[in-house]
């Protein structure tokens, strides 16, 4: 086999998609482990008591890891000209548009740490934790990540314009509560950014209660601008739902649409079944909910067959 | 009256749906009563006050309660070959089948730990709250959990995604206020798991306030992940929400159809009207709903009027 | 005049709705302003300082005010044959029936407290609060909370599912707290009823945080019944707000309906106007909501002439 | 150029809209920068120890800023007769009547403090804090603000529905914890005013903790008001969210309208192309949003096939 060939080979089995072959498949798997793997490591390892205990082993762990992510690394950097029809063709300057995208920067963040530790002197916690954000390696494989981030993008007018109000709600009501209460709590509201702790626990209805107004005016303000500025702090979350449930609506009838056109000719056979499969990984939805379309769709086959009551044709 | 007779009786009593006789039907009512009366017990028990006044009383009721709960869960499994069409007639392998299903194991659930005591010795404390989760023997009567369930299953690929974002939000969360306070906090961030606690506490929005950050790097981020992940942390929350209202619309608009179906010929006959109570309680519909439907839908009638494409007479 | 006709005027000048005359309008503008004094009063009046200065003022305010809605009481007792179209026609019998009637006995209970206090020793603050509810006798006046109530009674079926839900819920999460914390905490989850109270604080993200989960077993417990539960809990109000707008959109349509119906020959002429303000004050609908709804109706009406591109004749 | 010319480059200079010219945006984008640098000093200057450093620099900053927003004030209301169609084109009643709209007045407000401090004495802290609402200029450049007030607009009669039923159970929760806990807790329940701090941090779900109910009843009158009153609460919340989604749907749907006329002789030309950006950005339209739009847009044209039922031809 030729080096042309090896190399996409290589990008099939690095690539993750829902056509992918059962070997691809299974290297992703074991990568998601390996994520997780390494994402509890380091949370454990943040507890004294067990890092004491187990250091070698964490140690241990870890290079091991970061081989394996050194690796994965080079060899998708090496095959990125085969993946994404050519996107990344050019040799040099196609690899160095790869290493620039956003997923290649995850993988680079995820083993960075470790080798600049080599050459430089670093707090060695503060690198520690860094690697907590290896979390961000499972984007690659997650429906759910992809969704979301699909969901930001379409929706990233609205998120300004709700993040706008909700800055200036935030910076009305720190500037309130600080006019009023700056006199009497000057250790809490010794200032506008000071107050915004305050208003930010307020209006997101976190409300520690580490800060709270204690002046009747203030109290009174405090009330006010919680009932009135709530719904406004609430914005971007409630676009965030409804987006992503649009966005899983969407998933579901481009699913039924693809079911409804197999079973145009009464059965889905086996070539159909299969494009199906892929299709239904691909927009992350489970095997029991797809089986659920089916018995709903067929129900409402027998259920919507309307008909004229005077002519008896079939409408719709 | 033969034993095969006597069991298919026997699986009509227990088996709880719409269509019951009134016998089954006020089985049905007396077995919630109990259950409920079970719970409040075992409730007001944990009070010492009133455990150590009533303690006899409590004892009668629990001693009461676990033969009815023990003789119905022995007819349950007797005459389960005769329930969900066959489902489970194979009389032993049946048998088996049905006693690992779900509310079966419920139902040992509710006696297993009395007739465990009676043979290891085991803290009786455990015991005593183990038996309040009886509540979940209720499932059987309620359509509200049936309900749940059902959403829960279809939007399974939904929560899925939902909980992946909300795990990764909440170990970013951690993981960075661990970074900032570990060395001024750390009895409450001494490492990413016990971070947790205030990472779940503030997105959430609970924001019990016991661990707050108190430096100012630390308020800025806790203030920025809030605003950010809350929206994140609250999907499932509104996953469910828009699942059950979907849910309840389907079920509604179910029963219209059927309703309009019945009116077609202009009135509702006593055997319409029976399947259609029948409906209306295997849907949870109220009385008073089924009326506003049936209210509305004459409403309309009288201002809208479709037509067929074909003969051009009113449909409707 | 007889008092036959008396009567009917007394009816049509207390009567609340939207075709009502200006002196009837202004009455009811009128006793809105009383009630909402008596309710401001009431609560000025809990201020201990201000009670003691004004006691006078107060007590002539309250004696006034009775005597008006004693008088309107009996008025409304006398002339309930002449409303809703006979339904209480019967003098004694329908008169009977109407003062079993919600709105009858809350305006019953806004008098009954003074005139119990005269025949009865009463504890004075007790009777004094208790006036704080003829905030209840807005009800009669106000479209929201006529809307309100037709959502409750519409949902019904929805928030028995969902309170039950609601329930079970926080009586596991209650029952499990006490369980893992009954020990370290005695006075807080000293018995799953006291352990309710933390429960209903965390489920429904208030988290007052007067009582917490100290131990790590009890913070794990906490932060996943929170993630799981706290969505069930806020069904009830999911399904409020959903059913809420659902009313307003349908009070929206309807009005939308009668106003394209108003517009079918080109003109809104003044006998169309006025039936349409009397739909407009029906349904809640405030002027200017009325004129936006008009005007993007013509500006539709511009856009949306659909045509078949091939052979120009109109569709829809 | 004569005065009348000048006047009305001056006006389309201030005017902010979607077909500005490129020197009008420049000086839009200088604005929005030049009040935000404001927002941001005036938040620092509160900050005592940065307010020590930088006195001098903040002043002249300040007077900077004051000399802008003068002139800026003064040219608006100078060339207000040429804008949105001569709506001010009176000189005399016209400029009067543009100085009491609600922009203008905001613009005032942002420089009248200087000037009354310049003949007043004034507490000057004061002063300073409310110079932050400068932020309120940025509402004329906001796409988000005038979509949150057209909403406000729109909703303005549901909003003060659920106004209405939010005050009664604030009042009606405040009210019931007076009663039950005034007398063990007459520092925090002294009052209803006072009782009040705590229901709307209850209902609104904030619950900072500074003030609890104590007693078993208090605990259950507040657990029950807080499961069924939340929902009411939220209402407004719920109301914002779901009319600020719709508007976005409306606005969304409207480019796509546009888009898709321009696309019906199968290319979007030169001028087109320019129309649909300024529709885009009245709109509040990002570039990938519209982009994504227009992606959908030709999918959907490859999957549906509309026939027209008059001559069977292909519509779209």
Chains 1, 2, 3, 4 share one sequence.
């Not at 964490?58 to 993946?83: A, K, N, Q």
């Not at 994404?84 to 956003?102: A, T, V």
């Not at 907590?132 to 759910?144: D, E, G």
């Not at 107004?213 to 303000?221: E, S």
Request: aromatic share 10%; with cysteine.
């Amino acid at each position: 086999m030729n080096i042309t060939a090896q190399r996409r080979n290589v990008s099939q089995l690095l690539e993750f998609n829902a056509s992918s072959s059962t070997r691809a498949r299974l290297f992703d798997v074991a990568m998601v482990l390996l994520i997780i793997a390494n994402v509890v490591a380091i949370m454990l390892e943040s507890v004294v008591s067990i890092e004491e205990k187990y250091r070698t082993e964490f140690w241990i762990f870890e290079i091991v890891s970061i081989i394996i992510f050194t690796i994965e690394y080079v060899l998708r950097v090496w095959s990125c000209p085969d993946i994404e029809e050519g996107k990344y063709s050019d040799d040099f300057k196609g690899r160095l548009k790869y290493m620039r995208s956003i997923p290649a920067l995850i993988d680079l963040a995820a083993i960075a740490p470790f080798f600049l530790s080599l050459f430089f002197v670093i707090d060695l916690r503060f690198l520690r934790v860094f690697r907590v954000f290896r979390i961000f390696k499972l984007t690659r494989y997650s429906n759910a990540m992809t969704m979301l981030l699909r969901v930001l993008r379409e929706e990233s007018s609205s998120f300004f314009a709700a993040f706008s109000i909700l800055t200036i709600v935030l910076i009305t009501a720190a500037s309130g509560i600080y006019l009023i209460e700056h006199d009497v709590q000057p250790e809490a509201f010794g200032s506008i950014p000071a107050a915004m702790w305050w208003a930010t626990a307020t209006l997101t209805t976190v409300g520690y209660g580490d800060v709270t107004p204690i002046t009747p005016l203030g109290k009174l303000f405090g009330g006010l601008i919680t009932v009135v500025g709530m719904g406004m702090v609430a914005l971007p979350a409630g676009i965030l739902a409804s987006g992503f449930s649009a966005q899983l609506k969407k998933n579901r009838s481009l699913y039924r649409h693809k079911l409804i056109e197999s079973l145009q000719d009464g059965v889905i056979d086996a070539d159909e079944k299969q494009q199906l499969d892929v299709l239904r990984r691909e927009l992350g939805i489970t095997e029991q909910e797809a089986q659920s379309l089916l018995y709903t769709h067929n129900q409402q086959r027998q259920t919507h067959h309307k008909k004229c009551p005077h002519c008896h044709k079939d409408l719709d």
